[in-house]
Antibody, heavy 120, light 107 residues
Framework: EVQLVESGGGLVQPGGSLRLSCVVS????????MSWVRQAPGKGLEWVANINQDGRGEFYVDSVRGRFDISRDNTRNSLFLQMNSLRAEDTAVYYC?????????????WGHGSLVTVSS | DIQMTQSPSSLSASVGDRITINCRAS??????LNWYQQKPGKAPKLLINGASGLQSGVPSRFTGSGSGTDFTLTITSLQPEDFVTYYC?????????FGQGTKVEVK
């Protein structure tokens, strides 16, 4: 059974840091690109970052570049998102997702999400 | 960055209706266009990838079409479980961008 399980969300003050984790099972994590996608309360979806199979290729949306760091540990089937200098507008449910390349790219497998609230 | 404009933002329909949702890219993205369905409180679900590739297990009443800059998701014979929110997404180049979403409501 495929599972992506996020953890690490919670309440953090503006300017603070938080590290999200996503543990994967049921598919070959080490051969998969991965994504983080977020959704602010009552709002639409926003792609945040991608990472390639060996962790050396990283891509970010402009609004988080320099503050967020996507990484992975293939020995632990785990994806991470280190979030620093958090702002109120970073408040969202954060989903990890597999980024599958067939003829084109898509996010075909998703976790249940982890809520991050940035507030004083 | 390539922007996505999805329309309408909401629509009202009845069970059995045929509806279309549109997505326009700010520049050509070939067929790097996906459609997702999201139920309240749940993660998005991939319906269609590569503009027209129906995912395994997705009912055939869902159809995607288009290429270049203009894309359409068509749902024929709406079922009660289809009254949720739909998003397009381009994956042509980073940053990947989602459309604003279309909420399908019961008339």
């Amino acid at each position: 059974e495929v599972q992506l399980v996020e953890s690490g969300g919670g309440l953090v003050q503006p300017g603070g840091s938080l590290r999200l984790s996503c543990v994967v099972s049921g598919f070959d994590f080490s051969r998969s690109w991965m994504s983080w996608v977020r959704q602010a309360p009552g709002k639409g979806l926003e792609w945040v970052a991608n990472i390639n199979q060996d962790g050396r290729g990283e891509f970010y949306v402009d609004s988080v570049r320099g503050r967020f760091d996507i990484s992975r540990d293939n020995t632990r089937n785990s994806l991470f998102l280190q979030m620093n200098s958090l702002r109120a507008e970073d408040t969202a449910v954060y989903y990890c997702a597999r980024a599958l390349v067939a003829d084109t790219w898509s996010n075909d497998l998703w976790g249940h999400g982890s809520l991050v609230t940035v507030s004083s | 960055d390539i922007q996505m404009t999805q329309s309408p933002s909401s629509l009202s329909a009845s069970v059995g209706d045929r509806i279309t949702i549109n997505c326009r890219a700010s520049q050509s993205i070939g067929r790097y266009l996906n459609w997702y369905q999201q139920k309240p409180g749940k993660a998005p679900k991939l319906l269609i990838n590569g503009a027209s590739g129906l995912q395994s297990g997705v009912p055939s009443r869902f159809t995607g079409s288009g290429s270049g800059t203009d894309f359409t998701l068509t749902i024929t014979s709406l079922q009660p479980e289809d009254f949720v929110t739909y998003y397009c997404q381009h994956t042509h180049s980073a940053p990947w961008v989602f459309g604003q979403g279309t909420k399908v409501e019961v008339k």
